[in-house]
């Protein structure tokens, strides 16, 4: 059977690095508070000139490097973004034309924080079903243009910055022993949808709008929704937590990650936190920590690595790889 196997990953951070303590003279709030509730101890914050399209294509020609592959080798690109550059066309044909690629096709998939895992899941299905062999997957957001910045309760939480990955047509056996992506599952709720959303939108204000959440009610329902979408992925695949080599959770609190894996039983030294680095960039911070964790030599090939998130919606979802 095909399997979609990782060929390569790649991320791309703006230059500008934002300290807690740079907060301090802009919002009521400290680094004690902000490193405690969250973890977070430095976002990156784009310039002018670095957008969602820059940053995306930066990650994605990194990815490809990883992978020993150029533009012309990729089918279909898949960009999960909140923060695209326009309304349309979507970003991702920006990427595609950025990276001179003039074949195939490029969309955005839109699902907040669980953009990624969605991405993910959507090319496994676009190369299983034969429409593509060789597909780029990146999360790429701009959170800081959507931010409140006098909203201390939302505006110390995000940062912006792309990751991506190459995923490549194999053949698998049908078993977990196989490289590729082996079992998922996706979820979502719109009964939740004031709880974490932007307040403006083509369709209603006509403006960009501001991110806005109620923090409590968020972390209330993250840990039970993200080990549910787990536990589906584990009973799919036939394998327990102890199976697994890697965890890379989405990255928006460190309390939130700790309260998940102490739930599923995954030990803490296979868990792979960078929210204390990147603060939480919503669709990139699942490919920004992969990239880090096979960067440093973490995640190897064979490795079984589960991918997890939950976003404004509700959106949540996991995905279980071998690497
Ligand atoms: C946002 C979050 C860190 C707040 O932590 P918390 O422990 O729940 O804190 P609370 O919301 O109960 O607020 C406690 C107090 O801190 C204050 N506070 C909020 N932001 C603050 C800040 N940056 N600095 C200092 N104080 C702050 C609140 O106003 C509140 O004050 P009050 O008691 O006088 O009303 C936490 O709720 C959270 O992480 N939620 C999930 C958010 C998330 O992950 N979103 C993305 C999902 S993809």
């Given at each position: 059977m095909i399997r979609s196997v990782v060929r390569g990953t790649g991320a791309a951070l703006p230059r500008r690095i934002m300290k807690n303590a740079d907060f301090e003279g802009m919002v009521e709030t400290s680094d004690e508070w902000i490193a405690q509730r969250t973890g977070i101890r430095q976002r990156h914050i784009a310039a002018d000139d670095e957008t969602t399209a820059s940053l995306g294509e930066a990650a994605a020609r990194a990815a490809l490097d990883n992978a020993g592959l150029?533009?012309?080798?990729?089918?279909l690109i898949v960009l999960a973004t909140s923060t695209p550059n326009n309304t349309f066309p979507a970003t991702a044909v920006d990427i595609q034309n950025r990276l001179g690629m003039h074949h195939g096709f490029a969309f955005d998939l839109q699902a907040v924080c669980s953009g990624f895992v969605y991405a993910v899941t959507t090319a496994d299905l676009y190369i299983r079903g034969g429409l593509a062999k060789r597909v780029l997957v990146i999360g790429s957001e701009t959170f800081s243009r959507i931010?409140?910045?006098?909203d201390r309760s939302t505006c110390v939480l995000f940062g912006d910055g792309a990751g991506a990955m190459v995923l490549e047509a194999g053949e698998g056996?049908?078993?977990?022993?196989?490289?590729?992506v082996l079992a998922g599952s996706l979820r979502s709720d719109g009964?939740?949808?004031?709880?974490?959303?932007?307040?403006?939108?083509p369709s209603t204000t006509g403006t960009v709008g501001y991110l806005r959440m109620e923090g409590r009610e968020v972390f209330k329902h993250a840990v039970g929704m993200i080990t549910d979408v787990i536990e589906a992925t584990f009973s799919a695949a036939g394998i327990t937590a102890e199976d697994l080599d890697w965890f890379v959770p989405h990255q928006a609190n460190k309390r939130i990650i700790d309260a998940s894996a102490k739930k599923l039983g995954?030990?803490?030294?296979?868990v792979v936190v960078t929210v204390d680095l990147h603060g939480n960039t919503s669709a990139a911070s699942v490919p920004l920590a992969l990239s880090v964790a096979v960067a440093d030599g973490r995640?190897?090939?064979g490795d079984l690595v589960l991918l997890e998130a939950m976003g404004g919606g509700f959106t949540w979802g996991a995905v279980l790889v071998r690497w």
């Open positions: 150029t533009p012309d080798d990729i089918d931010l409140d910045w006098s056996t049908g078993s977990i022993a196989d490289r590729g009964t939740h949808k004031d709880k974490l959303f932007v307040d403006g939108g995954i030990a803490e030294q296979k995640i190897k090939k």
